[in-house]
């Protein structure tokens, strides 16, 4: 369990990963009961991208305001040196940074996964035709298909029918 979490923190972004340690002195601020919606929302598109066991909405939000805060730093630092363009571009791109690259990984797992599903769904079809019940046709195809996003959202959903969930809400 210890090394899927370290696999998966080495797909974020070095920014990312080089911010990660610091959110916890801003986590007063991201716990705020204001940031609720924001949360949920970051939430849900971390659990889209596939990087809900990587990083926690809290520390996405905190990643946000600490490069915002390192923004507003350079900001200052390059209107001293009379290069006020460049500071805004620079605060800019380390405000808007994290959220483009959040809304870049989601985009390109759900178009991967729009790929992959036509044949999956064949697959189960046959299976479930051939006389194989949902959840071991499920199981079967995993067994044989190399990882992919996909993959791994249906792995996830056999695991939450497995523990118990609705499979109505497992496969949501």
């Not at 990312?16 to 849900?44: D, Y």
């Not at 791109?93 to 991967?112: E, F, K, N």
């Not at 035709?129 to 990882?147: N, P, Q």
Request: charged letters at 25%; a positive charge; glycine letters at 6%.
């Amino acid at each position: 369990e210890k090394m899927a979490e370290e696999f998966e923190a080495r797909r974020l972004p070095l920014f990312i990963r080089a911010v990660l340690p610091l959110t916890s002195n801003v986590g007063f601020i991201t716990r705020q009961e204001f940031l609720a919606n924001t949360r949920k929302n970051t939430e849900e598109q971390l659990q889209s991208a596939g990087l809900d066991q990587a990083i926690t909405a809290a520390q996405f939000i905190g990643v946000r305001i600490l490069m915002g805060i390192a923004g507003v730093i350079l900001l200052v630092l390059m209107m001293m040196a009379d290069k006020a363009l460049f500071g805004f571009l620079l605060f800019g791109c380390l405000l808007l940074y994290p959220v483009s690259w959040l809304h870049r990984t989601v985009r390109i797992r759900h178009l991967s996964i729009l790929k992959a599903l036509p044949n999956v769904l064949d697959l189960l079809t046959l299976s479930v035709e051939a006389g194989k019940d949902f959840l071991t046709a499920l199981r079967d195809i995993l067994a044989k298909r190399k990882s992919d996003p996909l993959g791994d959202e249906l792995k996830r959903t056999l695991h939450e029918i497995q523990l118990g969930k609705q499979r109505q809400l497992a496969l949501k």
